[in-house]
């Protein structure tokens, strides 16, 4: 008789696999990016290959020759911070700052951590945020959108949105005379106007979301705990001066914060496991954009935000354990 | 439609067997009778080697409080008294008999005549109940006489019947309730004399509609049953999670359902608890499905306890080729056998066979912390986090973090991306903080 496996239960296996979460959520991104390649055009395309590639690349580098351990670029995780690093740069950035921000993303950010599920903090984000106070010059170069380009040079650049916003009150000028000057409200929400990559696209990136909300990729509580507490904050402040602080519609469609929230924040490895710990979570998110969007030095806060986040999710996991089932009881 | 609130699962269900009536499985030439099928102490023979015996004679005697009396399921002699190896893979003491021409011990009323009148006082029910061995048979196999004395100082409200039978593949609890649906509903009424309660509710799982009509048909004749029709999620047959859905009441942790006035029974006991107080019948078959997907003959199948896995197998059209692992139970909580001698007992639910494809496990990768694990435990435990002191040996911070409240219903690690094997340290980490326990009681 042929020999018969024994192994503890549960015998069966959801049809999961840490494979189709990466690739669910390469799909999520695929509205922002269409939107990114038409609206920057072939500089888009080139700085997210390149992305993509290097990090695919760099992780493969590292596993093999200095780690020497089983290679998992095939997981898809390094794809994502690819598509995520790209999503957070202007699309005229030089390719070789992108390639030193792909290993600093994967090298710095994953590898030294031990990879896959052991990094603290995003990968994406250590490697946007190393770019940036590093090359802050051509990290700060927007171009302004040209639906469909194919030239890869003589773009016209300006500030961002919010940049104007901040570095008119700084000069002392109302909001309101400010507002004329950037993208109208709708063009904002579609993601007509300059800006990172993926970040342009409110609409596209709300899609992306609820796609990974409908195949459990993740849940509403850290996306909706950001976006509503930069809301709240935001509107108290332009409550109190509607001259000198710009109204939390505003806030909420300029900038990454949608980027932030659905991707960059919810990103699983960084963030806490427990419902509680993810509304913690999202709300100190958001409270720090805005504290650094209105009141620091930079005119973009999110990524600062979700870093130091990052830091207190062991702190979150532990302070905020599940209600468990029978512990306090209220029955009747 | 109700159902508990918690975490959860829907694993594929499976149910191939679910139109097959209930065939009886012939007498097979030998059996062994395992002394520990239940939980608690194990019975202790009355019998030796030699002796003969009719069926349904009492061949070994529950005599500690948590025990219960096992009676021949065969009539035969006694070959021997020895150690086989049980479901659980352990080596145990069985009764061994070789049967001979079936002869059933004379008290015992054989007819098919559904008696409905029950005398009895509550007393002497739970007593009947107690000598005829009628264990718990959703699996866990507890002593059922014992679940029907109510402590001092505490009252039962409801006794609710687990009709949910929410494990895959399993159909034997939904047979039972099509084909013996009016002796079932004269156990209940006989349990909720024992307890002395007037409401009692049966829950079914959706996708037993047929069970659901058919039985509610059934309820309206009689005085305090009702049934609750309620959604698909495993682990709903679980006590505490059916008592969350039935009537929204949680059990506090480490406590019984009787403290928040509940008894809960699977159906297939409330049966057995009709054959022994009204035909005077012990516990020495059950129902038990065979299947699996490369199983010729999916079947529900009326077994003498202590028959051998394999002539269970045999009926259902023989082991496939290739087979990769057979499980007594269902996938998510049944246990991989070592070995296809092993007796069915009380507690046996199904006989589950899977092909060498469906035997492997996931490729285990580093955990990810999608949280699944969190969002999916019923008792709102953090398994990822548990399994990580277990793997560091912290066994006190375990049962700080509760691990005792795990059940195993194996939801965990069901879902987890990462092929975690997370159940497995649980287990590991449960028996150590038991001993634990156990030690500091001592002192």
Same mark, same amino acid.
């Given at each position: ?147 469909l380009n194919t030239q890869l040079t003589d773009v016209v650049t ?18 309101? #005379? ?149 512990? #306090?009881?209220?029955?009747? | ?43 202790n023979p009355v019998v030796k080697k030699g002796d003969k015996v ?294 046996t639910s199904g006989i589950l066979v899977f092909s060498k494809k ?86």
């Open positions: 008789m042929s020999l018969l496996t024994v192994s503890g239960s549960p015998h069966v296996h959801a049809d999961e696999s840490v494979r189709k979460i990466m690739y669910g959520v390469l799909i999520s991104l695929v509205p922002a990016m269409l939107v990114s390649f038409y609206f920057f055009g072939l500089g888009a395309i080139i700085v997210t290959l390149t992305a993509v590639v290097s990090c695919v690349v760099f992780e493969f580098l590292i596993q093999k020759y200095l780690i020497k351990g089983p290679v998992t670029i095939c997981d898809g995780s390094a794809i994502i911070t690819g598509v995520l690093l790209a999503f957070n740069v202007p699309s005229n950035l030089p390719l070789w700052i992108v390639v030193v921000g792909s290993f600093v993303a994967i090298g710095m950010g994953k590898m030294t951590f031990g990879g896959l599920g052991k990094n603290p903090f995003n990968p994406a984000l250590v490697g946007r945020v190393f770019m940036m106070i590093s090359f802050p010059v051509q990290m700060t170069t927007w171009p302004k959108p040209i639906p300006g500030p961002t949105a919010l940049a104007v916003v901040k570095d008119g009150v700084g000069r002392g000028e109302k909001v309101s #005379e400010l507002l004329p000057k950037v993208p109208e409200y709708m063009d904002l929400f579609i993601g007509n106007m300059g800006g990172s990559l993926g970040e342009i696209s409110a609409i596209a990136l709300i899609l992306g979301g609820l796609y990974m909300l409908v195949r459990k990729i993740i849940t509403w509580h850290i996306p909706v705990s950001y976006i509503g507490s930069v809301f709240i904050f935001t509107g108290i402040l332009w409550w109190v001066n509607p001259d000198i602080y710009v109204d939390p519609v505003f806030h909420l469609i300029t900038g990454g914060l949608m980027l932030g929230a659905i991707y960059m924040a919810t990103d699983m490895v960084t963030s806490p496991m427990t419902p509680k710990g993810m509304l913690i979570f999202g709300i100190g998110c958001g409270v720090l954009t805005v504290v650094i969007r209105v009141f620091g030095a930079y005119p973009e806060g999110v990524s600062f935000a979700i870093l130091i986040m990052n830091a207190f999710v062991p702190i979150i996991d532990r302070a905020f354990k599940p209600k468990r089932f029978g512990e #306090e009881v209220k029955n009747g | 439609m109700k159902t508990f609130k918690l975490g959860g699962v829907h694993p594929p269900e499976n149910k191939f067997s679910e139109k097959q009536p209930v065939e009886i499985l012939p007498v097979p030439e030998s059996v062994s009778i395992p002394l520990a099928q239940h939980l608690g102490v194990p019975a009719k069926t349904g004679q009492l061949i070994a005697k529950g005599e500690a409080f948590i025990s219960a009396n096992i009676h021949s399921s065969v009539t035969g002699t006694v070959t021997k008294i020895d150690d086989v190896i049980d479901t659980s893979g352990y080596r145990k003491k069985a009764i061994i008999i070789k049967t001979e021409e079936d002869e059933w011990d004379g008290s015992i009323d054989t007819s098919d005549n559904l008696i409905k009148e029950c005398n009895l006082s509550r007393e002497d029910i739970v007593k009947k109940i107690n000598e005829m061995g009628i264990v718990g048979m959703g699996g866990a196999a507890f002593p059922s006489h014992v679940k029907l004395m109510v402590p001092k100082g505490k009252k039962a409200e409801y006794f609710l019947i687990n009709g949910v039978e929410c494990e895959p593949y399993l159909t034997a609890d939904h047979r039972l309730m099509l084909e013996k649906g009016e002796e079932l509903m004269v156990g209940i009424t006989i349990q909720m004399k024992a307890l002395g309660v007037d409401k009692a509710i049966i829950g079914i799982e959706n996708n037993k509609p047929d069970a659901i009509e058919y039985i509610g048909k059934l309820a309206q004749e009689y005085k305090g049953i009702s049934v609750e029709p309620l959604k698909i999620k495993y682990p709903q047959g679980a006590e505490k999670q059916l008592i969350k859905a039935l009537i929204n009441r949680e059990v506090p942790s480490g406590k019984l359902p009787i403290e928040v006035g509940c008894v809960v029974h699977n159906v297939g006991t409330a049966f057995a608890v009709y054959e022994a107080v009204q035909k005077n019948k012990p516990l020495i078959e059950r129902i038990i499905t065979v299947t699996g997907s490369n199983i010729e003959k999916p079947c529900n199948l009326m077994v003498r306890i202590g028959s051998p896995v394999a002539a269970l197998i045999e009926v259902a059209g023989g082991l496939p080729d290739n087979p990769g692992k057979v499980i007594s139970g269902g996938p998510m909580m049944g246990k991989a056998l070592n070995d296809l001698d092993v007796p069915v007992t009380k507690g469906q035997s492997g496990r996931v490729p285990e990768i580093t955990c990810i912390r999608c949280g699944k694990c969190v969002n999916t435990c019923p008792m709102a435990l953090e398994p990822f986090f548990l399994a990580l002191l277990v793997d560091k040996q912290r066994f006190e911070d375990c049962e700080e973090n509760m691990i005792m409240d795990c059940m195993e219903c194996g939801s965990c690690h069901f879902v987890c991306p990462s092929g975690r094997p997370l159940l497995d340290s649980i287990r590991v980490g449960k028996s150590n903080v038991g001993k634990m326990i156990r030690e500091r009681s001592d002192k």
